[in-house]
Each structure stands twice: as structure tokens, then as C-alpha cells.
């Protein structure tokens, strides 16, 4: 089960928590928000090893990649950003 401190808390027993999210996350929070999460490095790695994206230069963009490009819809949370699009 996960774990949930403080900053303040982290900071005087920072040992302890890097142990336990060897186990779970630890969630460090500041002002009752969460801020920070601690993971083990086995974990962060499995998490980054699962992000595909890759970002491309323009010259960069072969013909079997730009029909795809031209054909793809922007996720939903980017309708926010239509007003920038606007003159």
C-alpha cells in the first residue's frame, strides 16, 4: 500500500521513505496537495520504457509517415487551444 507524508517529514527521514518505495510509492505532499511521488528506479524505468512518443523535425518526416500525420486527430484536451488558431 502506498504511503503519504510531508515534505518536512521526507526531509527529517528521507532513509526510511527511499526504502519504502522500494516497495510503494510514496506519495510527498505540501500543504495537503501531493507534490512529488517517490518509485523504485525498476518501476520509473518500466513506466518511461512504455512511452512511445517521439517528436520530429519537419525534414525528418518520411512519405510513408506524413499521410498519417496530415490524417490524425488531436486528442480532446486540445480543443482549449482553438481559440489560438483564431484571428
Known amino acids: 500500500m502506498s504511503e503519504s507524508i ?3 517529514e521526507f526531509q527529517n527521514r528521507a ?3 527511499l526504502d519504502a518505495a522500494a516497495k510503494a510509492p510514496v506519495f510527498i505532499t505540501r500543504y495537503d496537495r501531493p507534490v512529488r511521488v517517490l ?3 525498476d518501476e ?3 513506466l518511461k520504457a512504455l512511452d512511445t512518443r517521439q517528436a520530429y ?3 525528418d518526416i518520411t512519405e ?3 499521410p498519417a500525420l496530415m490524417t490524425a486527430e488531436p486528442p480532446a484536451w486540445t480543443d482549449r487551444y482553438n481559440h489560438e ?3
Open 39 to 41: 518509485i523504485d528506479i
Open 64 to 66: 510513408d509517415l506524413a
Open 44 to 46: 520509473y524505468e518500466r
Open 85 to 87: 488558431l483564431e484571428e
Open 57 to 59: 523535425r519537419v525534414e
Open 15 to 17: 532513509g526510511r521513505y
Open 6 to 8: 510531508t515534505s518536512t
